[in-house]
């Protein structure tokens, strides 16, 4: 999916919310802030994936900065919150595959970057119907695959991922993926240990790269092996579906999250806010 006139907007907020999370250093902010609109008004092209500037930009930032990890206490926070929120939540879901795909996307769903008291029940009770439900399609297809990589996206979702996980790790190999490095508030194996549920998952590997979504000229070769050797991908996020969607449709990656964008809604064909299970 290439940028569009909507996603420069969103990139610029970006700037600003990094900057403010890299430094309280009222003196250096504007230096890290600049340095950010600098590689997004180098790079920026409707040529180009939102993933691979917003990955500019975050080395900037954290380069001028001197700040690896912008997004920690954003991560350690939303760890805690998710817990909570993936306790109350569970109940209602049943062991199947239908229902811990809504449960998984429901993680997808919350607005971590809420202030806490702004993320109430309806946010743990929303009932979620999915506008492209192609969860048949990848049953169907799962009941066949000898493996799959389930791609995670952010911190805090991790609770919801492990039962969809364990699900799936009784049918068949199944291997989670996470980011290398930090960036953004995506989970990484640190997040993993920090949360305590190491044990919960059979097999963990990265991307070997610090990108939002994946750009595959940074991916690392083990993970290019086993994503190009894996019968079926399940990728979580809004920034997977951006960066895969720009290969051809093989019927193996399934996109599951809920499209918080116009740009992204309206690439998947969907209503701003729907949530999504596409078999692509």
Known sequence: MKLTDECYHCLKRLVVHAAQLATEDNNLRPDVENAGMRMLDKHYSKEDVSIVVASKIHHEIKKVSGNND????????????ARTMFEQAKSQYDDTLADLMKLAVLGNSIDFFKPVETISKKDINEKIEFYIDDTGRFEAKLEKAKKVLYLADNSGEVFFDIPLIKYIGQITEIKYVVKALPVQNDLTLEEIRIAGVEDDI????????ATPGIDFAQASREFIEEF??????????MGYYE???????????FHCFRAKCRPVADS???PVDSFVAMLR
Do not use: C, F, H, W
């Open 70 to 81: 912008p997004y920690r206490q954003i991560k350690d926070r939303e760890i805690a919150l």
């Open 268 to 270: 998947a064909g969907v």
């Open 228 to 237: 190009e050797n894996a019968d079926l991908i399940l990728a979580k996020g």
């Open 202 to 209: 059979v097999e963990i590997i990265d991307t070997g790269t």
């Open 243 to 253: 960066s895969l969607t720009e290969l051809p449709a093989a019927g193996r990656v």
